[in-house]
């Protein structure tokens, strides 16, 4: 066996077909980190035969020296299953770095960790890669830890929606809430539309403060994987004259309905149903307010914007029938319209008519305790029937030894000159 470069159609190829493929183990995403900064390189195990049974794209950068940093972002792609091979597939890439001048590379593999029901708990017939983490140790892999937040280049708690051939069914498999959000942010003027490089600046105008990304970046996001249909942006606006009309109409359907209840009430005073009307009477109050309410929001809404305004968005990357939620925003002031959810409802309805197996919500955080910060994030996207993943995590590999006992004592006692810095 042999390690090899590839060329970015051999690896293109092989990471396409591959069971643990994703859209990080690409030559567009490749090309794409190669603007900003890395060095792009994709290589290949070759078996005695001449066959290849295994690749990665690794994303470099000099570190110290001539010396260089990789990082494997979800790789590799292998047969993790296949402990010989992880084994030889480690040697083997360890001497064909070390020859290259890299220090140390980072891995996080797509590859479960543990098997998770929708409450984060672990479904005890389900999959378990405990011996597989055992293993990357006896082959020297430094793991980071099994992390419950974003600490690491890539999320290690995921949550996907398992896609049907019926949008119908995919619908209703929805919880309650969620469903109700996506049809209220609906009625109430809410459409959602593609955009192209041109709405790149609207887009950011929504994104831009959730990281330190630039504008370019996603320039060159959409340029690089557009030209393999791969990017798409989605807007959610708003009609507000469309809101007006459903806020008034609501409102005076309601004045009617509580005005025959007012009747009802004072003709059974001493009826048996006196306190059925009477608790109809209070729930059709509580209901006349909010839509008088949304009747006052509308008129100002529609003096302030009269011919539309976008109020959300999403950046979706497309690959091999599975399509992965990139980044999304929203305009805090329109927060109330769910305008997030009729976004994630028009993904995952174009895409289950499509054929696609599946809809990536992207990262949560491993701690479902209601009390922890970043909770919402979960409830928000567990409401669209979703399966919790847990990756095995980020794992350092050492190629040279000598040069990373180095690397960390400079990055120690630069750590410390910062530190003085900063309280001095």
Do not use: C
């Not at 009269?306 to 002031?333: C, Q, R």
């Not at 009390?371 to 980020?394: A, C, M």
């Amino acid at each position: 066996m042999q390690i090899i470069e590839l060329t970015k159609e051999q690896f293109d190829k092989f990471a396409f077909n591959h069971k643990n493929h994703n859209f990080y183990q690409t030559s567009q995403y490749g090309a794409l980190m190669n603007r900003h900064g890395y060095i792009d390189i994709y290589v290949g195990l070759l078996d005695d035969g001449n066959n290849l049974i295994g690749a990665t794209l690794i994303l470099s950068y000099k570190k110290l020296g001539n010396f260089k940093v990789g990082y494997a972002p979800r790789g590799f792609l292998i047969d993790f299953n296949d402990f010989n091979l992880v084994a030889t597939f480690t040697k083997l890439l360890k001497n064909y770095l070390f020859r290259l001048g890299y220090i140390y590379i980072t891995i996080d593999p797509y590859v479960i960790h543990v098997e998770r029901d929708i409450k984060g708990n672990p479904i005890p017939s389900g999959v378990n890669n405990e011996n597989l983490i055992e293993l990357l140790g006896k082959l020297n892999y430094i793991h980071f830890g099994f992390n419950l937040n974003f600490e690491t280049a890539k999320p290690r708690w995921n949550i996907v929606t398992k896609l049907n051939n019926s949008s119908t069914q995919t619908f209703s498999s929805f919880n309650k809430e969620t469903r109700n959000k996506i049809r209220k942010s609906y009625k109430r003027g809410v459409t959602i539309y593609k955009g192209n490089r041109n709405d790149l600046k609207l887009f950011y105008s929504l994104v831009g403060k959730k990281h330190s990304r630039k504008l370019n970046y996603y320039f060159d996001y959409y340029e690089i994987f557009s030209k393999n249909d791969m990017f798409d942006i989605y807007f959610a606006k708003l009609d507000p004259a469309v809101y007006m009309k459903t806020s008034k109409d609501l409102y005076e359907n309601e004045l009617k309905y509580n005005s025959e209840i007012t009747n009802l009430v004072q003709k059974n005073t001493k009826s048996k149903k006196k306190n059925k009307y009477i608790s109809l009477k209070m729930s059709s109050d509580r209901l006349l307010s909010v839509y008088k309410n949304d009747v006052v929001n509308a008129n100002n809404l529609f003096k302030a914007y009269p011919n539309e305004v976008v109020i959300a968005t999403s950046a979706v990357i497309k690959y091999n029938k599975e399509a992965f939620f990139l980044i999304d925003g929203y305009n805090e002031k329109f927060k109330s319209f769910s305008a997030n959810h009729l976004i994630k409802w028009a993904v995952i309805n174009e895409f289950t008519k499509k054929g696609y197996s599946s809809v990536h919500h992207n990262g949560i955080t491993g701690n479902f305790d209601k009390s922890d910060p970043l909770y919402g994030l979960y409830e928000f996207k567990k409401g669209f029937n979703v399966e919790v993943v847990e990756y095995i995590g980020e794992f350092n590999l050492i190629i040279n030894k000598q040069t990373y006992n180095t690397y960390l004592r400079l990055s120690s006692l630069k750590n410390i000159f910062n530190t003085k810095n900063k309280h001095s």
